[in-house]
């Protein structure tokens, strides 16, 4: 009798305190759509020496394109890409011959984002790259494409809200490049417009 009195008491003391709660005080979000564009600077990490230092350049600017489906939970889902210089080599082979190389990275990305307090968020994305390359200077000019099929991007951003639609921020993000096993790293600044 005493247990069914507490456990009849306990289901109205909660009962009351669920139906008190004033259903503004809960926040409204609805799953909504973001498109942001990102530009910064990029540093390419090379696991072999190509020529003599003195002739590689491996800063450059790079962009980033990022669609997000973010539902009203945590976790948001989304599409990336982009496209980052990744080197730049110009050498003096003799005094008749010179040589010049690029490559450039396109990542297509599955992220996986989480916010972990307000406007502060960590993503991962696997997913696929292309990589072109182009060499002159040697006859005729050679170009080449490759898809690497195992890469793997680490991102901490800051987005601030400036209004209901857009949110301006930074990004910090490591991305490895499974088929030449190599990394690179970048800083951008990001606009962020919800849809």
Not at 36 to 62: C, T
Not at 65 to 78: D, I, Q
Not at 144 to 163: D, K, M, R, V
Request: include cysteine.
């Amino acid at each position: 009798m005493k247990r069914t009195l507490l456990l009849g008491l306990l289901c109205l003391m909660a009962f009351g305190m669920i139906s008190a709660q004033n259903n503004d005080s809960i926040p409204k979000t609805r799953s909504h759509y973001t498109l942001a564009i990102g530009a910064g600077w990029s540093h390419y990490f090379s696991n072999m020496e190509l020529v003599p230092a003195r002739n590689v350049q491996k800063d450059f600017i790079g962009a980033s394109f990022r669609f997000m489906w973010e539902p009203e939970y945590r976790l948001s889902l989304g599409l990336e890409t982009g496209i980052y210089r990744i080197f730049r080599v110009d050498s003096v082979l003799t005094a008749e011959y010179t040589m010049d190389a690029r490559m450039y990275v396109v990542p297509l990305l599955l992220v996986i984002r989480m916010r972990i307090v307000d406007h502060f968020y960590l993503s991962i994305a696997p997913g696929l790259a292309m990589e072109f390359s182009s060499l002159s200077g040697l006859g005729d000019k050679i170009k080449a494409t490759q898809f690497s099929l195992a890469n793997f991007e680490g991102t901490a951003s800051y987005l601030y809200p400036l209004n209901r639609h857009f949110e301006v921020g930074g990004e910090a993000r490591f991305f490895y490049i499974g088929l030449t096993n190599d990394y690179m790293m970048s800083i951008n600044a990001v606009f962020a417009v919800r849809l």
